[in-house]
């Protein structure tokens, strides 16, 4: 069994399980400057994850829910009411999630909610409020799970997660997404600590803007942090992975 792993940009991944279904995260797809790919191809889709209420991260949510009729949504309280003052859907398409939240979504495909040291916001006649930001660990199939650790620090418990779920796939991220802004959650020499603390085959560095140079230096320490594990970061460049095994898409 294979399943497929599409990056475009931003922190947004399509995963596509060997038997078809597709799990898509953090889905900032139209006024994602490194991606000019058609919210349209993303009209099948099964699950969406939204990992905070960030435009960044929430991106298309409304849209994708709106036009993926089988759709379910999985994400904070915030993020949910977000999404309904734009499209209602009905109670059973969406799912409120906390810290150490797990559910089985199918016979197949398993979710943890997981810690992210970073925020969510969320302003309501004027008030901010804030609220908090996950990481998801997907058992996307059997001998296949991803870690998407959404926006956050660096922190002690990713060794923790290695331990207790074993990824095999995960995202990181490495820089602020716009420029000019310096680095609030991750810069590269982090992240690559990140990678050795969780132990993945793949990782695919992300949230970094146009131009940067944060993926060279990324590479540069996972060299002598990580250099066991296999980067993945080209935007809109499919790849495979099957348990032990990594392929391109041709």
């Known amino acids: 069994m294979a399943v497929k792993f599409t990056f475009y940009g931003a922190m947004c991944v399509l995963v596509e399980r060997s038997d078809g279904k597709k799990l898509l995260f953090d889905p900032y797809i139209t006024e994602n400057p490194q991606t000019d790919v058609s ?7 099964d699950y969406l994850f939204v990992t905070h209420n960030a435009g960044d991260h929430f991106g298309d949510s409304d849209v994708i829910m709106q036009n993926a009729s089988k759709a379910i949504l999985i994400s904070g309280k915030d993020v949910n009411r977000h999404v309904q003052k734009l499209v209602k859907l009905p109670r059973d398409r969406w799912f409120g999630t906390i810290y150490g939240d797990t559910r089985a979504l199918d016979d197949v495909t398993t979710y943890h909610t997981v810690n992210a040291i970073h925020r969510s916001k969320e302003t309501t006649n ?13 058992e996307v199939e059997p001998g ?14 990713m060794k923790m997660y290695r331990e207790l779920y074993h990824p095999n796939v995960m995202t990181v991220g490495i820089s602020s997404f716009k420029a ?11 992240a690559a600590y990140a990678v050795s603390y969780v132990g993945p085959d793949v990782v695919i560095p992300t949230h970094y803007p146009v131009g940067s ?16 594990v296999t980067i993945k970061g080209d935007i809109e460049k499919p790849f495979l992975y099957i348990p032990s095994r990594v392929e391109d898409v041709i």
């Open 39 to 45: 919210l349209d191809i993303f009209n099948d889709i």
């Open 126 to 138: 004027g008030a901010e409020a804030s609220h908090p930001a996950f990481g998801f660990i997907v």
């Open 144 to 157: 296949v799970t991803y870690y998407h650790v959404g926006d956050t620090c660096l922190f002690s418990d």
């Open 180 to 190: 000019p802004y310096p680095p609030c959650e991750m810069p590269p020499r982090e």
């Open 213 to 228: 140079k944060a993926p060279e230096e990324f590479k540069k320490h996972m060299e002598t942090l990580a250099p066991q």
